[in-house]
T-cell receptor, first 115, second 113 residues
Framework: EPEVTQTPSHQVTQMGQEVILRCVPI?????FYWYRQILGQKVEFLVS????????KSEIFDDQFSVERPDGSNFTLKIRSTKLEDSAMYFC?????????????FGEGSRLTVL | QKEVEQNSGPLSVPEGAIASLNCTYS??????FFWYRQYSGKSPELIMF????GDKEDGRFTAQLNKASQYVSLLIRDSQPSDSATYLC?????????????FGPGTSLSVIP
């Protein structure tokens, strides 16, 4: 069964360092997303991406964050200068269509710990 | 104003019983609704997806959607201890576009053997 894959599963970094989280969406999917979940809290929308452009972003997704689809398969989230409060689980998700039949599938997540 | 609301629980049911999970949403124009199961430390796992009013059944799971009441529910029949998890309701946010799915805070379910 096709799945969304994410790397790394866990990353530990020092405050102020840059972090890149990688995702390979399901191959025939066109819409890509990043979500985050701080420990014990709800799943929060960060950004959606379609046709090589950001289509929606939340207020969390400030100038420290960027997304890119550098080739035909990878979808990355970059955090330029990490803060302690960026410590969270980051989930990539994808869907084939945004219309009514578009089920949204999640990857296993990348746990980011900022020290 | 909260956009997707769920009772946080915990909801406890005995093994074999029916678990009923509820979700309300604020955006009347929302079209697609998802139920995910999330085990502690794991990613959300899609268990049901519904976009038409009425019931949708898949095995032990039934999703019920009432757009007029802005209400979506999930019934789990013959609950098993392995169903113990947090259940997340998610809604396609119509206020901005279709391209944003937002989550409720989740309901913790505990199935007691």
């Amino acid at each position: 069964e096709p799945e969304v894959t994410q790397t790394p599963s866990h990353q530990v970094t020092q405050m102020g360092q840059e972090v890149i989280l990688r995702c390979v969406p399901i191959s025939n999917h066109l819409y890509f997303y990043w979500y985050r979940q701080i420990l014990g809290q709800k799943v929060e929308f960060l950004v959606s991406f379609y046709n090589n452009e950001i289509s929606e972003k939340s207020e969390i997704f400030d100038d420290q964050f960027s997304v890119e689809r550098p080739d035909g398969s990878n979808f990355t989230l970059k955090i330029r200068s990490t803060k302690l409060e960026d410590s969270a689980m980051y989930f990539c998700a994808s869907r084939r269509t945004i219309f009514e039949t578009g089920e949204l599938f999640f990857g296993e997540g990348s746990r980011l710990t900022v020290l | 104003q909260k956009e997707v609301e769920q009772n946080s629980g915990p909801l406890s049911v005995p093994e074999g019983a029916i678990a009923s999970l509820n979700c309300t949403y604020s955006d009347r124009g929302s079209q697609s609704f998802f139920w995910y199961r999330q085990y502690s430390g794991k990613s959300p796992e899609l268990i049901m997806f519904i976009y038409s009013n009425g019931d949708k059944e898949d095995g032990r799971f039934t999703a019920q959607l009432n757009k007029a009441s802005q209400y979506v529910s999930l019934l789990i029949r013959d609950s098993q201890p392995s169903d113990s998890a947090t259940y997340l309701c998610a809604v396609n946010d119509q206020k901005t576009s279709y391209d944003k799915v937002i989550f409720g805070p989740g309901t913790s379910l505990s199935v007691i053997p």
